[in-house]
């Protein structure tokens, strides 16, 4: 298995268990559970470039779209405090994966 399935499987394990908790989390609002529903189908993305990840690498784009965006519209709310210091760790995570992403992209030259 090589680097890239191996991370590729984690990025889809990470979207899968965190879209899910938010899916799954009582007292969540609808759009909290619409949110969770769309961070684990990127999971199921993430999972299928895994099978090949220097043919699929260009799907990752819209990884990396969604995490530097994500990213941007929830870090200043986690550091103005208004979001839980947990939120801050998944955006880290985002941030990690979107960095891999991207070093893919630049190898695959996609």
Known sequence: MSFWT????LAAAYNLVIGLASMLQRGATRDARVTGLL?????????????????????????????????????PAVRRGELPRMVGWVLAGDALFAALFVALLVLAGA
Do not use: M, N
């Not at 191996?6 to 499987?9: F, N």
């Open 39 to 75: 961070v684990a189908c990127f999971g199921v993305v993430y999972a299928l470039v895994a099978s090949d990840p220097v043919r699929f690498a260009p799907v990752l784009w819209a990884g990396v779209l969604g995490k530097a965006g994500v990213i941007a519209l929830l870090a």
């Open 6 to 9: 191996i991370a590729l499987t």
